[in-house]
């Protein structure tokens, strides 16, 4: 089942926030950019396999310009190819890593992004 979007916001540019992203994401050595618009777009991610998924999460992450800030938009499934394609449920894994990629992005920001909770997008 789909993790349902979450979003945060942030008090920086969207162009800062994005390259937190990038670094938030490369600094997990098994999950893997599948695709990467850019600020203001997605940047989609694989997150391999896992106790809990045999082909990992198929994750997205967009980044939006908010005013003088700018928002981050987690969401998450099980990614349906090779033998993942029957798998229907992860145990809430696509939360944990949502939750694993929030943390990363606020440690790249330093003290100065301040992301504010989480609401439903």
């Known amino acids: ?3 349902a979007p979450e979003t945060h916001h942030y008090d920086v540019p969207v162009d800062r926030l994005h390259q937190a992203v990038v670094v938030a994401v490369n600094e997990q050595k098994r999950w893997k950019v599948q695709e990467d618009e850019g600020p203001g777009g997605a940047l989609r991610f694989n997150t391999g396999l896992s106790i809990w998924s045999w082909s990992g999460q198929d994750m997205e992450a967009a980044t939006a310009a908010e005013g003088a800030g700018s928002t981050l938009t987690i969401g998450g499934k ?3 190819r090779g033998a993942g394609s029957i798998q229907l449920v992860s145990w ?4 944990r890593i949502a939750r694993k990629l ?18 439903g997008a």
């Open 92 to 95: 809430g894994e696509a939360g």
């Open 102 to 119: 929030k943390e990363g992005v606020d440690a790249a920001l330093g003290s100065g992004g301040h992301g504010r909770e989480h609401e």
């Open 78 to 80: 099980v990614a349906q």
């Open 1 to 3: 089942m789909p993790k």
